[in-house]
């Protein structure tokens, strides 16, 4: 696992906290580094059990556990009905991905080189998916918009929609799930040869896992990322009223962060050593499931689990700032080569939106 396995300690003292009624901004920061080192496990586990099962079931794995700490912490706040703290984890981890992994990997990839190149019909693949997947996440709160309907403002916790636009949410969710199982056999067997760059994105020399450990670790990553997300998501509306935060910044920005800090440290590292294929394969893939797997999921899910279906409808800001990100992306990944200043201007458009998401 790396660096992460330091933050270990801060599981069980997470839990203890949360026992005892802490503080809720000490809970709040326990369990979210205490979800790292969890996270961290369960990706490492899924990579391990992925390159021992051949590309296509390999791929499913990642599919289905790639992103699991976040889905996994959006249902349980799902759960809670808190509908729009899970919009702005989702959003978050598209911003995240997009412009702050992928900013701080051109820079630090770029630095001291004149430029990078890159694999510019595999990564424009991955950025028009995402432009595609943004859209139609979009869609919803345009129909709103249209029915005269107000969109959610950012420090609402539960707004409920039905009719037109709940439907709509759920015929979009179907269809992204449709389209990016085509996404997966474009890649994994028709243009595999596409995405093949290998690295061993844990360092040169890290001992491979054996299949019944991979298997082990996984479940039991699962089971610790679930208890982290239980007390992380029950100490928001805490640690948002101590630090004088909205719950929407911290489910955007910070728990966004957490889920996958872990993996971005990964793509960063990975593009240092000139990998910046992998890189982008990373960043932006992950944002890809995102935007046309976990908020699907998300949102069929709701139809089952907490107090009502979730419409999938953002507000002003998350809607500006995710399709901004990803025509972003998509401008980024159209020469096949970039240069650190590109970086650089990510990571300076991440902190603007992040400000904004700060004072909304």
């Not at 995240?96 to 770029?110: E, M």
Request: glycine fraction near 10%; charged fraction near 10%.
């Amino acid at each position: 696992m790396g660096w992460p396995r330091w933050l270990t300690p801060f599981i069980p003292i997470a839990i203890v906290l949360d026992l005892v009624k802490a503080p809720g901004t000490l809970v709040f920061v326990t369990s979210a580094l205490g979800t790292i080192p969890t996270a961290a496990a369960m990706s490492r586990a899924t990579q391990e059990l992925a390159a021992r099962s051949g590309p296509g079931i390999g791929g499913l794995l990642n599919v289905s556990f790639g992103n699991a700490p976040e889905l996994i912490i959006a249902l349980v706040a799902l759960g809670k009905g808190l509908d729009e703290v899970v919009k702005a984890t989702l959003v978050g981890s598209i911003l995240g991905n997009v412009l702050l992994v992928t900013g701080a990997a051109i820079l630090v990839g770029g630095w001291g080189r004149d430029k990078m190149t890159f694999n510019r019909t595999a990564a424009s693949a991955q950025s028009l998916l995402l432009l595609i997947g943004v859209a139609a996440l979009a869609l919803p709160a345009i129909l709103a918009i249209s029915d005269g309907v107000a969109l959610p403002r950012p420090g609402d916790d539960l707004v409920r929609f039905s009719g037109g636009v709940q439907r709509v949410s759920v015929a979009l969710a179907g269809v992204l799930i449709a389209v990016y199982a085509c996404a997966l056999i474009f890649s994994l067997y028709t243009h595999r040869d596409l995405f093949n760059e290998g690295d061993d994105i844990e360092g040169e020399g890290a001992e491979p896992w054996s299949v019944r450990r991979s298997v082990v670790w996984l479940a039991v990553s699962g089971v610790a990322v679930a208890i982290m997300s239980e007390i992380l998501v029950g100490s928001i509306s805490h640690f948002a009223e101590a630090a004088g935060l909205s719950e929407f910044f911290i489910g955007a920005i910070v728990v966004a962060i957490v889920g996958n800090v872990a993996e971005h440290y990964v793509a960063v590292v990975v593009a240092r050593r000139g990998h910046l294929d992998l890189s982008l394969n990373i960043s932006i893939g992950s944002s890809v499931q995102i935007a046309m797997f976990v908020a699907p999921v998300l949102i069929l899910c709701s139809l089952f689990v907490g107090p009502h279906p979730m419409a999938f409808v953002l507000n002003a800001l998350e809607l500006a700032a995710v399709v901004l990100s990803a025509l972003v992306a998509n401008q980024v990944t159209q020469d096949g080569e970039t240069r650190w200043i590109v970086g650089l201007a990510l990571l300076g458009l991440y902190a603007v939106i992040a400000f904004a998401f700060a004072f909304a």
